[in-house]
């Protein structure tokens, strides 16, 4: 049980970092600081292990937040593009309150 929460908790702080770059993104665009930052992370050709470390480490805090805007962005640009990022984002929060929820009624049968 320890594991399954230590699990939990990692994927959780791993969503919150994506969602705080979703909306870094939405409100203030990929010129700022944190957007630089944040494409700073990825390294297309790792060499050894810490470049392999760190390409996981984006992917699991950054990556899909800044993919997806990057994506949309150069697909549709402007005001049409963020309000298809905010529609994303707001798809995949809802995605996730179901499997929370399902989540939770496992854990409630489990521990009844």
Known sequence: MILYAGVM???SI???????TAFMFL????????ARFVENFYEPQPK???DKF????YIMNYGVAH????KV???HGGIKGKLRYAGFVFFVTIILIIIANILT????????
């Not at 760190?54 to 480490?57: S, T």
């Open 14 to 20: 791993c969503l919150a970092f994506q969602y705080v």
């Open 9 to 11: 908790f990692l994927l």
């Open 48 to 50: 050894d292990w810490y």
């Open 54 to 57: 760190m390409n996981f480490f």
């Open 67 to 70: 993919r997806g805007y990057v």
């Open 73 to 75: 962005m150069e697909k």
């Open 27 to 34: 409100m203030f665009g990929r010129n700022t600081p944190y």
């Open 105 to 112: 009624l496992i854990e409630i049968r489990l521990m009844s």
